[in-house]
């Protein structure tokens, strides 16, 4: 099946250690979203790639970046982790247009100590 | 700007039960609509979109009507089953310029189907 597949499911980093976050899809979509949900929350998107092209929130911390070698990997890299970074992060796919609805991975939690 | 807003939760039920989860919007235009789910430990699954007015989205017994007029996009289910447990996002999709096709989120209805 088609899908959108994180890893790892479960992270921990400590404070201030950098940690990278893998996503992959097989849909061929040409737009990948990273999402963060802290507890009870809706998502929050950090950034988006539309296919090379990386386009930031204005309110994602620069300590948030990202990497997108190919199609089908996109990577989030939090350079210095804080204890407020704890939360899950969620891969979203979709192709270009407004009406075709995004496809989430199954996230990763990640937890700093 | 956008927004969704929903019903409040938690919602309990008991198996078999009607379920409605009502969901309003603030958006210029048409927006496209969604119902998403989250399982327990697990990412977004789309549930159900709707893309313009009067569209009917329906997946798994569960539908939503895009209604213009009252600007809703209420999520109905006709019973439920334990299975159904989960956390149901409503949300908006309209473009902040560019490639960026926004979703807005509303807060999430954590649903509980007792047995």
């Known amino acids: 099946d088609a899908m959108v597949i994180q890893n790892p499911r479960y992270q921990v980093t400590q404070f201030g250690k950098p940690v990278t976050l893998s996503c992959s899809q097989t849909l061929n979509h040409n737009v990948m979203y990273w999402y963060q949900q802290k507890s009870s929350q809706a998502p929050k998107l950090l950034f988006h790639y539309y296919d090379k092209d990386f386009n930031n929130e204005a309110d994602t911390p620069d300590n948030f970046q990202s990497r997108r070698p190919n199609t089908s990997f996109c990577f989030l890299d939090i350079r210095s982790p804080g204890l407020g970074d704890a939360a899950m992060y969620l891969c979203?796919?979709?192709?270009?247009?407004?009406?075709?609805?995004?496809?989430f991975g199954p996230g990763t939690r990640l937890t700093v100590t | 700007g956008n927004s969704v807003t929903q019903m409040e939760g938690p919602v309990t039920l008991s198996e078999e039960a009607f379920l409605t989860i009502n969901c309003t919007y603030t958006?210029?235009?048409?927006?496209?609509l969604f119902w998403y789910v989250q399982y327990p430990g697990e990412g977004l699954q789309l549930l159900l979109k709707?893309?313009?007015?009067?569209d009917k989205g329906s997946n798994k017994g569960f539908e939503a009507t895009y209604r213009k007029e009252t600007t809703s996009f209420h999520l109905e289910k006709g019973s439920v089953q334990v299975s159904d447990s989960a956390v149901y996002f409503c949300?908006?999709?309209?473009?902040?310029?560019?490639?960026?096709?926004?979703?807005?989120f509303g807060k999430g209805t954590l649903l509980t189907v007792n047995p």
């Open positions: 709707a893309t313009k007015a009067d």
């Open positions: 979203a796919t979709s192709r270009s247009g407004m009406g075709t609805g995004k496809y």
């Open positions: 958006a210029t235009g048409y927006p496209s």
């Open positions: 949300a908006l999709s309209r473009n902040s310029g560019g490639s960026n096709y926004k979703l807005t």
